[in-house]
């Protein structure tokens, strides 16, 4: 198992008290394997990716749980461990808006070459940033340039550059594609797909773009309010569908045939403030008098599948 | 950054005003011996200054009041005579003086200043229409200031009298000296107006011995003095001035640098930080902030005597926390770009994020607030100089003013002992806060920007 994520509870304070980020959360990523993370805004997929990362910052909180990365418990390590042999080795992540996460008076080249200096790399960081660019399907002449004088997927293309530089086996993609044009996403998420390919690396890739998703992953677990709401194959999550906020979800994906796009009705629950029983309750279209009460929880309903709902 | 700068007509004004100022401050340092502080606390010193007098120029607005006029006897040639088989000398200067004052003088003095041991001094004062005074100081003292109520100077007059009125005055007052002096020839000379035109002055020295002569001064005390007036001591506001000059800078300068470097530190330190040391962090500051820094100093400066730094460190103590304000929030905007969240996410050690995001946002925010504190730097430390409590021994516009409060200049209506002192502290301000709005015109669109 490359990554094992166990009962994971992260919460933010807020003088509305605390943000339950993430409460109970279970997630498994085994070797080579994509994995996909989906959900509405605000459910707390990017806080589970920074916790992987160990980003979690006052005033947030890892609450309880384990994060195993390769059996190993990463939460209970100290800092300079974690440093010394995961972040970027292992664990690389190209994040919301990373597009933006190079400094703007630094060359492409320059800033790659700083993560090799800053994680020891044995060979020439010339020729490695070379190679780097290739990889990603990029002329290696642009690592000479400034980050403002590439194009946004080009700036992806090299961040995700940046991200393979010490060869991790690991890397978590949140929402890598947001705010590029339809053919640039589903080149990322080629790249993506080939990189597992021909490198063999686990990626977990976070998004809201169901489409998206059911093109690349291997599994997929659905989020919702901080709670895993299903998860399953890709087969399973997309063609059939237990939960119904998936359910929902999937309705929400825009197709050609589809005359009119048919989303969910209503909004998150406060996760300062969460009412009992199912947090989905007051959304579902099937509420029952259980679901106001009691907190389903996951069951398995086909082999690999499972669902936190009280219709089954 | 310069080239913007320049771009700005009041950036412009201010360097200008600041070359002005900088300029002053190195003739301050050139002009003024270095012990002037004490000279300007000596009261003897300023015997030969006329006091609480006007500007000079005010009769340029029919004021009547007489110029000040100190004429230093120089260019002293010798001449050796041999009598009976003893030799003497005889060493002559001499000097013409402009009087076109409509008033008197109020004194009149010569200062011999030698080395040697001459027998007499010889003045010979000329009127404009001709005729003259003769002055003889029989055995001199060097460096001592011969008076119009000095004898020697009253039998001069009261020959001089003589001749014109065929009566002879022993008992002539300080006034009828100066009358004689600079009268209108004829009988009523005494209560004449004086006359002006060119009166010229030739002194002789008489002595055995071989005597070196220095510049001797005479000096016509008048009614009014130099650019900018006299305080109730007869010392020059204008030379006060130029000597407080340069520790108003200093004080400016030190006390700006200093509470905005540290404030700049502590706070871009506190945004960078965040969360619990950032909350700490910023407590400290606003409690420092609260405190009220006048009457805080006040207090201090009851229990100990400041001296120039300490009154800086004080003063800058006091004043860092509204930089540090000021740095948190650049530093918290920095904090959430992406580029800096990426560097943590990829392991850039926090030393090397620290200086490559969040310095460059920083300096030009240091620069542009030191240039902006260093008036207020200014006014705080003449505040206290003007209530008196900032350093002694030093001369300060604050300590100008605090003199002319404690004489009531205002009741009196010595004007320029007030207006004077105010406006040369508004003037040091001026082209720092011109200067420093610029920058910070400059600056804000990049601490904002990307
Ligand atoms: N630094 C923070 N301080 C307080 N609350 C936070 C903080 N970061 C996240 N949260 C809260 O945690 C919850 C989950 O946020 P998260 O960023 O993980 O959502 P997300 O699923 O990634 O959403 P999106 O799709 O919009 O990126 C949100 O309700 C958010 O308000
Ligand atoms: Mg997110």
Known sequence: MMLSVEDLRVYFSSPRGDVKALDGVDLQVSEGEVV???????????????????????????ESGKILFQ????????PNEFRAGY????????????????????TIGEQIEEVLEIHQYAGDFASRTKDLMKMVELDPVIAERYPHELSGGQK????IAMALAVDPPFLIADEPTTALDVVTQVNIMNLLKRLRKEKGISILIITHDLALLSEIVDRAYILYAGRMAELGTAEQIFKEPKHPYTQGLIGSIPTLQSTKIEGIAGFMPDLANLPPGCKFAQRCPYAMQVCGKEEPLLKETKEGQRVACWLY | MWKELLKSRSALLGIAILAVLAILTVYSFVALPSNFSLTWQNGEAWELYPVDAPPQWVSLFGVNTAATVTTNLTGWTSQTY?????????????????????????????????????????????KPQGGSITVSLAEPASGEAYEAQSPDFVSGASQYILNQTGEYQTQLSKGQVISTFFGQPGPGILSSSPAQGTYSLSVQVLSSGAVTMSGSPFVIVGTSYGLMGTDSQGRPIDLGLLAGLPNALEVGFLVSIISVVVGIVFGGLSGYFGARKDSLMQWVALVILAMPALPFLVVISFTTRLSILVEVLLIAALSWPFYAIIARTVALSVKSQTFVEADKAMGVPSYRVFASH???????????????????GILLAETLSFIGVGPVNLVTWGGILDAAFVSQAAVFGFWWWVVFPGLMIIISALPFVMLGFALERIIAPRVSAK
């Open chain 1, 36 to 62: 996909g993370l989906a959900g509405e805004s605000g459910c707390g997929k990017s806080t589970l990716s920074l916790a992987i990362s160990r980003l979690i910052y006052p005033p947030g909180r890892i």
């Open chain 1, 71 to 78: 059996g190993n418990d990463i939460l209970k390590m100290g």
């Open chain 1, 87 to 106: 972040r970027w080795k292992k664990i690389a992540m190209i994040f919301q808006g990373s597009m933006n996460g190079f400094t703007p008076v630094f």
């Open chain 1, 156 to 159: 992806q293309r090299a961040f």
């Open chain 2, 82 to 126: 041999s009598v009976g088989g003893s030799n003497f000398s005889v060493y002559s200067a001499s000097t013409t003086i402009k009087w076109s004052s409509k008033a008197f003088p109020q004194e009149v003095a010569f200062v011999p200043t030698y080395s040697g041991a001459p027998s007499t001094i010889t003045l010979t004062w000329t």
């Open chain 2, 358 to 376: 969040f310095m460059p946002r920083l300096v030009p925010v240091t620069v542009a607030y030191t240039v902006l504190g260093i008036p207020g």
